[in-house]
């Protein structure tokens, strides 16, 4: 009773001052605009206010491109610089060549991203992070820090399983973060917060040498797909199914992220891994054998796994083609052990 009384006492205070801070980001988001259309600014800045007018438009916070790859056997900003060249970003995002060096932050890994926030208005801060044993997220270190956000230029994530970093933008009571990664999917940049919120994306996907599949199924700019899957047209043809299939996007039943790995090699050598998000995975090993083929096209796989506790055997559906698996448990132990799962998409690896 005491805090709804206080709540009605400062309700009026609280909306005047809402009222300001909305007038007052209003103005400013009017002279930015109005500076985006000055004919008289350079280059690089008419491209970095193009991009941050659109983000107001689309009323999103932040934008992002994944630039490429980089490692340390030469100066980080020497290889942005090359990457950029590559990447073909001199015309419609020159102002990426001219981010300040303080605004470059090398984490551990080798993926390379441009963030940029949505305006000066926000506070911005990017900090490195590890999984402890319940897959949750504990900051380690404040790698930037800026009341202004402005773009940055970041190396990061040690594998594409694991991310390492947070970026944090900041205004008024509203704050937004994101973890920059990589579809595991198709390569290109994952375009979303852990909420859901979408993100900019403003890769040039065109000049990037990643593999990035459309919908008919062929690969952009990839060359042939071996090592991405392959489609299996019939019962028996287990060279599809070869190589190591991955998913993280599986719960257990506290909700927290499993990953799952499985791995078909010659002569029927199966293996299973599961765990969570940037630790060692346990790993079963067996054995598989394609028996059938069920509805729709699918396969029937027959699989014996020998683990710590003895030997999980059964059968599951599976369905193959260019990089994507889909999974159905069938008859048996479950293959989705831990979780309420029974499909799951897996993905080349």
């Known amino acids: 009773m005491l805090v709804m009384a206080f709540s009605g006492c400062n309700g009026k205070q609280k909306k005047q001052e809402r009222k300001r801070e909305n007038r007052q980001e209003s103005q400013q988001e009017k002279k930015e605009t109005v500076k985006a259309d000055n004919k008289d600014l350079s280059k690089s800045e008419q491209s ?8 107001r438009r689309s009323r999103m ?6 630039l490429g790859y980089a490692d340390d056997n030469s100066p980080f900003r020497d290889q942005v610089r090359t990457l950029l060249k590559n990447g073909k970003y001199e015309e419609q995002y020159s102002f990426l060549a001219d981010v300040p060096k303080e605004n470059y932050i090398s984490y551990n890994g080798e993926e390379v991203y441009a963030i940029v926030p949505q305006s000066t208005q926000y506070a911005m801060k990017v900090e490195s992070f590890d999984w402890d044993e319940n897959a949750n997220a504990m900051v380690r270190d404040t790698l930037y820090i800026s009341q202004k956000a402005a773009p940055v230029i970041l190396k990061c994530n040690l594998s594409e399983l694991s991310y390492n970093v947070v970026i944090t933008l900041t205004k008024g009571t509203e704050t937004f973060s994101y973890s920059p990664s990589l579809s595991l999917m198709d390569g290109a940049l994952y375009a979303y917060n852990l909420d859901g ?17 459309n919908e008919g199924g062929e690969c952009g700019g990839c060359g042939a797909p071996e090592g991405y899957g392959a489609p299996l047209e019939a019962a028996g043809e287990e060279p599809g199914l070869i190589g190591q299939w991955i998913s993280t996007e599986l719960k ?19 293996e299973f891994q599961y765990g969570q998000m940037g630790h060692d995975l346990e790993c079963w090993s067996g054995t598989f054998e394609v028996t059938d083929q069920f509805r729709n096209g699918e396969l029937v796989v027959h699989y014996v ?4 506790d003895g030997t999980r055997e059964g059968e599951f559906y599976t369905m193959v083609n260019y990089g994507e698996m889909l999974v159905t448990e069938g008859s048996g132990d479950a293959i989705f052990p831990f979780t309420d799962a029974s499909t799951e998409w897996f993905y080349s690896y």
Not at 61 to 66: K, L, N, R
Not at 197 to 213: A, G, K, Q, R, S
Not at 252 to 270: A, H, L, V
Not at 305 to 308: I, R, V
């Open 197 to 213: 919120m979408e993100i900019y994306d403003f890769t040039l996907y065109d000049n990037l040498e990643i593999p990035v599949w």
């Open 48 to 55: 970095l206010q193009n991009l941050q007018k659109n983000l």
């Open 252 to 270: 257990n039943q506290s909700g927290q992220n499993i990953t799952y790995g499985m791995y078909f090699g010659d002569y029927q050598y199966f």
């Open 61 to 66: 916070p932040m934008a992002a491109a994944y």
């Open 305 to 308: 796994l020998y683990t710590p």
